[in-house]
């Protein structure tokens, strides 16, 4: 294992990559349970960059703010599913859209 | 004795204030005994400071305290007694006192007979102020004052509207003059550095040149103030409808002493208008022309009143003449037996309205002379002194007038001539008046007749009308504060025309209007007769014109601007923000896939930002 | 070199799941899809010398979060109906602009990444290396963590609650 | 500690009063006049301590030991802010006027307020206390933040007991004044930042910020954030379109605070901060601010011809009159600066009686509409005299302290510019056209003789012979307010004489 190593700018591009299509998710779905998914990809896509970053220089930060998002994703992830249900339960759909209450 | 001077404003004043306070409460005997009995004690105590003032013939000045003082502005409340002061004096508290006792019959039926008292005391303590300043400023103080009384007083009846105009009129116009004398004041400290009078006219003396422009601006800066208050064009439009007052109070402010508190002021800086030919001559012909209007005007009014207001804006339009050509002595002169004279002919109205149901307009009278005969008595003596007929007081005064307006070189015997025309129409007005009033037929009967407290002031106001000038009684205190004039002497040609006018006046009079031999009917009649009958009978339009040019003009301004135009600017700040906000709630669709949309395109620009790329 | 080719698969395996995981219209398929993703980003953290943080992946990612996931779908019971409201939705012309978006922010990314300069990852990072680091200087963040776990579970009780006592959603 | 604890008494005051409402509806009146009145008695004790020759002694303005009270005391030092509380001859009288005027207030509340009646006073005597603080204070935040603290309950007295545009008007003043004290906000921050990096030290201390030459164009637009600041206090044209509807809509005593004594912090910040802390670009500025003087006083006479609304007119009489303070501060000597402040204290009785009167009949007649009233005097001769008192003290009558002000202002101006004298002295003539239509529109003319109204009980007598007598004593016997006056603004006008050149304002010279 030790001898070849894997080129940071190409973890950070596969990083790019999968942050844009959570993005790009986020910005197309109107299922809020794939707006929710969307959310994750983009989550774990940040957390591929703090890891390569922290492999980079050979510390364990990176790895340790891994676990900082692991955490945000699932207390988001928890509550995120909570308002799905309510979501579901008020609107009768999971058509973000829909729950347009907020316009001006 | 002398010290007794600040007395003499005092005792009116804590009259004044006693009958206010105690806001009608007071029994009316006890009102009536306070508010005479107080001019009576300054007319006496002026008495007593005249005679000392006499016998020392200094002039006598006392600081009551000092007013304020900031760096070399240190106007005093202090007061300063020369000859002049004291003729003004003895006029003010004397013929007050008359007229106060007058009142006290006059007035006796009316509800608000302590307040009557309460401002015409105020009146006098003003008016004493007025006289007896040692300075601008304190002079200014009793200036205001007395045109706030006046405006309290020509509104007494304030229940009627036309009053209440009247009276704000009289106050704003004047006002309009006090503004542009208190400019003057403003010229006058700015350049002497004082405005204490007998300092600042050595300060003026020292600095200005004759015919410099700072003393021609600063004079005609005072004479703006002087014919605002002296009723002289342009600004006499107020003193006509200061009728609406009670007739004492026309006798005393608007006839015997605040209307002559211009030639007061005028008479007092003559140092200063020494210095300034042109605004001689300004005041000159000021009173010249006011006096050719006013007494046109008199000629075709109905109200008595309003004759006795015009004939008086026009002898105070020969004060200002004899001012302006220099006879400062004779100036005053006028204005002492024009306080008697035209106090009397007032009173004398007074009580002829008084005795039949404030009735004003003459050709409503008739045959009163033997109905009334001491008010008939007392207007004939009146108006002779008016029409200045030979022996009478206005006779000695306005000869002087008119003689020593002749010898002024260059524009005198024009002057002088303007003064005779004014002369024959005043004899033919006056005489008019007499003729219509107490003469032909009884047209109503009066239903009471004066009481003795009306009668009394008649009786000396006339025997000061008649001998008041005999003895040139009041010139002896003035020799010492006015440079003396020449003691050369026209020929006897133009003293003896001097003489005839106001004679050949009365005799037109007589035969138009007593034996009606001469009848002016066809004349009056005629087009061009008429136009000019209402012309003169409007006062020469002067009212209309202010109407147009100020008064409508202002009026408008105000009723444009009422609905504050400065807040449109405001108004449409919020406009724009309720626009904006209008706008951008649209950009609220309430839907995530929109705000999310948005973010990254502000994350994008963010980033070409930061990349340099935009 | 193994490394590497492992590297690229894994990471084609990676976002190729990831497309398809968001494309999906059944949420149960998009779910399974996404599971595969981060089994590949688990790899991916495995190549760059990152062990603990590929067991992680699998254990908590995978593991128990997706498994929250699969929960709410069954409990919301969408079936087919949905799959045909989703279809509908998922319309050409709402893609034009998120695309647009998605390239250029893209092509940033890129231009930020070619700024830099070429840098590779250095080795193996062992656990006890990430505990020492996690429970030395960044403990304060472990308790914040905890304190936002503790949130998010109390608010997802609460979100759930009425929820439950009304008997599902049925 | 006195400056501190005066400011204190009142804020104690006003919960006391608060909480006393709960025990009785009209105990808080009690409270709240006592508490002024105690707070008056406190002052004039130690006032009467302090011999002539203390305060004719010329303060040093750069050092607070020259003071007559000076109070400081760390508060947050990093940022050098300090509680810094001092006293002068021109905040004397300043307390003095803002305690005599507070009680007057209370009286007007009397029996204006019957709802909340606790809240109220607590407003009122908050409302004094911050504009206390803001005649005390030398630190800048302090100021800035009495500055404030007086806005806040006055906002609120307007919006609870307001008439019935309340709500606008509430909104409408909070908004000017909130704009406009941001901006001076800015300005002292960046005059602090400015001070920080020429000495490297944070100061909010006038004292530091004194003497401290900031030059260029930066200095002229912090010193307009002062101004505007201050011009919207005043008020002056064209920023003044808040106080017509404020002094409308808000209660009795709110209107006599709000004319009597708020409009003077405005004054007073231009004589004490916006001059003294930049002499150059304010004598440089000041013919603008002089052609908005005038503008002023014309525009708001013009104006008050105009209304029907008898409050509405008193509050464009007091446009009016403030544009004088504009022009005596502005003309920067002597006579104008201590006509300037004469105005500031007449003003303040005069319009403070005028808007109790307007209070006083909308109470009787609930209505302030003066084509709806006519012959008042008839009915209520005593009220009648008053307002004709202050309706002549408003205009200028000589032997009354407003003439003082306005004659000294203008001979003082006449020096510096004698045409904006002349236009100014228009302002004499306009105001004796609107007082005297007010006198004639709401008392004389012909009575309504069905018309039964209460005229002016021993109370209301008291409090306007309070103020009565102030403004006889003020025309005819200023000295001793000029006398307090004199050495500060004497040292004020030496320090600016000292950094200016004297050919700054030469321009307006004939």
Redo the contacts between chains.
């Keep these: 294992m030790d001898g070849v190593s894997i080129p940071l700018d190409h973890v950070l591009l596969l990083a790019s990559l999968l942050f844009i299509c959570g993005l790009l998710g986020l910005m197309m779905r109107r299922n809020v349970i794939f707006i929710l998914i969307s959310l994750e990809v983009m989550l774990n896509a940040s957390a591929v960059a703090f890891v390569a970053a922290g492999a980079r220089w050979g510390q364990a930060d990176g790895q340790v703010i891994f676990m900082l998002i692991l955490a945000v994703a699932a207390a988001e992830v928890a509550v995120g599913l909570g308002l799905v249900i309510q979501i579901q339960r008020r609107f009768k759909s999971l058509d973000m859209d829909d729950a347009d209450r907020l316009r001006g | 004795m002398l010290k007794l001077l600040p007395l003499i404003p005092l005792f009116p004043l804590i009259s004044s204030v006693l009958l206010m306070v105690t806001v009608g409460k007071m029994p009316k005997r006890l009102v009536a005994i306070l508010g005479a009995g107080s001019v009576g004690l300054s007319a006496v105590t002026t008495l007593l400071v005249g005679l000392a003032f006499m016998e020392s013939g200094q002039p006598h000045h006392q600081v009551l305290w000092t007013w304020m003082q900031v760096g070399a502005f240190s106007p005093d409340i202090a007061f300063y007694l020369d000859g002049l002061t004291l003729v003004m004096m003895s006029v003010i508290t004397g013929v007050g006192f008359l007229i106060h006792l007058f009142s006290t019959e006059f007035m006796e039926e009316d509800a608000s007979y302590s307040r009557y008292f309460a401002y015409l005391n105020m009146f006098v303590f003003a008016m004493l102020v007025l006289v007896m300043a040692d300075n601008l400023l304190l002079l200014y103080l009793g200036w205001e004052g007395v045109g706030v009384c006046s405006y309290l007083l020509v509104g007494f009846w304030y229940q009627n509207p036309d009053n209440g105009l009247a009276a704000r009129k009289a106050f704003v116009v004047t006002r309009v003059g006090d503004t542009a004398m208190a400019l003057g004041l403003f010229l006058l400290f700015t350049e002497l550095g004082t405005l204490d009078i007998q300092p600042m006219a050595a300060a003026a003396n020292s600095q200005w040149q004759v015919g410099d422009t700072l003393p021609v601006l600063a004079c005609l800066l005072l004479l703006g103030g002087a014919v605002g208050k002296s009723a002289q064009l342009p600004l006499h439009t107020w003193l006509p409808d200061a009728m609406a007052g009670p007739t004492p109070v026309s006798a005393l402010i608007h006839a015997a002493t605040m209307v002559t508190a211009g030639v007061y002021l005028i008479a007092r800086t003559h140092e200063l208008f020494l210095l300034a030919p042109p605004a001689m001559l300004a005041v000159a012909l000021v009173g010249l022309i006011t006096s050719l209007m006013a007494a046109s005007t008199a000629l075709v009014q109905h109200d008595i009143k309003r004759i006795l207001a015009y004939s008086t804006i026009s002898q105070i339009g020969y004060m200002f003449l004899a001012l302006g050509v220099g006879a400062w002595t004779a100036g005053i002169f006028h204005l002492v037996t024009h306080a008697f004279f035209k106090a009397l002919l007032f009173l004398a109205a007074g009580a002829v309205i008084h005795c039949l149901h404030h009735e004003h307009n003459i050709f409503k009278m008739g045959g009163l002379r033997t109905r009334l005969p001491v008010v008939f008595w007392s207007f004939l003596i009146g108006s002779a002194a008016l029409a200045a007929l030979p022996l009478t007081s206005g006779f000695f005064s306005k000869d002087m007038i008119l003689l020593q307006a002749y010898e002024l070189p260059t524009f005198g015997p024009w002057l002088w001539a303007g003064g005779l025309l004014g002369a024959l129409l005043t004899a033919i007005y006056s005489f008019r008046l007499v003729f219509v009033v107490f003469f032909g037929k009884t047209q109503m009967e009066p239903d009471k007749q004066p009481g003795s407290r009306m009668a009394v002031p008649l009786s000396l106001l006339c025997v000061l009308s008649l001998v008041g000038g005999f003895f040139a009684l009041p010139l002896v205190p003035l020799e010492s504060v006015f440079p003396v004039a020449s003691d050369h002497h026209p020929s006897h040609l133009i003293e003896g025309i001097s003489i005839a006018i106001p004679l050949i006046g009365l005799a037109i009079a007589y035969f138009i209007y007593l034996s009606g031999q001469l009848n002016i009917d066809g004349l009056v009649n005629s087009a061009p007769g008429q136009m000019l009958k209402k012309f003169w009978f409007s006062g020469w339009a002067m009212d209309w014109l202010y109407d147009r040019l100020w008064v409508r003009p202002y009026k408008g301004l105000a009723y444009i601007l009422r609905g504050e135009w400065v807040d449109v600017i405001y108004n449409s700040i919020v406009k724009v923000c309720q626009q904006l906000f209008v706008g951008l709630s649209h950009t609220q669709t309430g839907r995530l896939r929109w705000y999310a949309t948005s973010m990254v395109f502000g994350v994008i620009v963010v980033l070409a930002l930061l990349l340099g790329v935009i | 070199m193994l490394e590497l080719i492992l590297f690229y698969m894994a990471s084609t395996i990676a976002l190729v799941s990831t497309i398809l995981a968001l494309t999906r219209v059944n949420a149960a398929h998009a779910l399974v899809y996404l599971i595969l993703s981060l089994l590949a980003v688990a790899v991916v953290f495995y190549l760059i010398g990152a062990p603990f943080a590929a067991a992680l992946e699998v254990v908590i990612y995978a593991g128990a979060i997706m498994v929250l996931f699969v929960f709410v779908i069954m409990m919301l019971n969408l079936g087919e109906k949905g799959d045909r409201r989703e279809k509908q939705l998922l319309k050409p012309q709402i893609w034009i602009t998120p695309v647009i978006l998605a390239v250029l922010l893209l092509v940033e990314l890129v231009l930020v990444l070619s700024q830099s300069a070429p840098a590779e990852t250095q080795g193996l990072i062992s656990s006890k290396e990430v505990g020492m680091a996690l429970y030395g200087p960044y403990v304060l963040a472990v308790e914040i963590a905890s304190m936002l776990l503790m949130a998010g579970l109390v608010g997802a009780y609460h979100l759930g609650r009425r929820y439950l006592e009304e008997g599902g959603g049925s | 500690m006195v400056l501190v604890n005066l400011i204190l008494i009142l804020l104690v005051g006003g919960v006391i009063a608060w909480l006393a409402e709960r025990q009785h509806p009209l105990l808080p009146r009690w409270i709240a006049l006592i508490t002024i009145l105690f707070d008056l008695g406190y002052f004039l004790t130690y006032m009467s301590d302090l011999s002539w020759s203390q305060i004719a002694v010329v303060p040093n303005p750069t050092d607070a030991a020259t003071w007559l009270f000076h109070y400081k005391a760390e508060w947050i030092p990093r940022f050098g802010i300090s509680f810094e509380l001092a006293m002068d001859g021109l905040s004397l009288l300043m307390v003095l006027l803002t305690l005599v005027l507070g009680a007057v207030s209370v009286s007007a509340s009397w029996t204006d307020i019957k709802q909340r009646t606790g809240f109220f006073e607590a407003n009122l005597l908050w409302t004094l206390a911050g504009v206390l603080g803001v005649f005390l204070a030398l630190d800048l935040f302090l100021f800035f933040l009495f500055w404030e603290v007086m806005l806040v309950p006055m906002y609120l007295m307007i919006a609870i007991w307001g008439h019935e545009g309340r709500s606008y008007a509430s909104m409408k003043f909070f908004i000017f004044t909130q704009v406009s004290g941001l901006m001076m906000l800015l300005a002292i921050l960046a005059l602090v930042m400015l001070n920080h990096s020429n000495t490297g030290v944070y100061s909010f201390s006038y004292f530091d910020l004194l003497y401290h030459q900031v030059g260029g164009d930066i200095a002229f637009y912090l010193m307009l954030g002062f101004f505007v600041a201050f011009l919207v206090k005043l008020p002056g044209?064209?920023v003044?379109?808040w106080l017509?509807d404020a002094h409308t809509q808000a209660p009795t005593a709110g209107s006599v605070i709000l004319a009597g004594i708020l409009l003077k912090t405005g004054a007073y910040g231009l004589i004490r901060f916006v001059v003294p802390l930049f002499p150059n670009e304010a004598l440089a500025f000041s013919p603008v601010a002089m052609a908005l003087g005038v503008a002023g006083i014309i525009?708001g006479a013009?104006?008050a011809?105009?209304?029907d609304d008898f409050k509405r007119l008193v509050a464009y009489s007091s446009v009016s009159h403030m544009g004088f303070v504009l022009l005596g501060v502005f003309a920067w000597n002597?006579?104008a600066l201590?006509g300037a402040v004469m105005q500031m204290i007449a003003h303040g009785f005069s319009t403070a009686a005028l808007f109790m009167i307007a209070g006083s009949l909308q109470e009787r007649m609930h209505t302030r509409d003066m084509s709806k009233m006519g012959?008042l005097?008839?009915n209520m001769?005593?009220l009648g005299?008053v307002a004709?008192f202050f309706a002549?003290a408003s205009l200028g009558?000589?032997?009354l302290g407003n003439?003082?002000a306005e004659?000294?202002v203008?001979?003082g101006l006449?020096?510096v510019a004698?045409w904006v004298?002349?236009a100014a002295?228009?302002g004499?003539?306009v105001a004796?056209?609107y007082s005297?239509?007010m006198m004639?529109r709401a008392?004389?003319?012909?009575?309504d003789e069905g018309r039964r109204l209460p005229d002016y009980g021993v109370r209301e007598m008291l409090t306007m012979a309070v103020m009565i007598v102030g403004l006889i004593w003020l025309g005819?016997?200023?000295?001793p307010v000029?006398d307090t006056a004199?050495p500060v603004l004497d040292s004020l006008m030496q320090m600016v004489d000292s950094v200016t050149e004297p050919t700054q304002i030469a321009g307006l010279m004939p």
């Design positions: 044209f064209p003044h379109t017509p525009y013009v104006l011809l105009g209304q002597a006579l201590q012959g005097w008839q001769p005593r005299a004709m002549l009558l000589p032997g003439f003082v004659f000294m203008l001979v006449f020096a004698p004298a002349a002295s228009l004499l003539i004796a056209i005297l239509m004639q008392f004389q003319g012909e009575p005819l016997y200023p000295q000029l004199q």
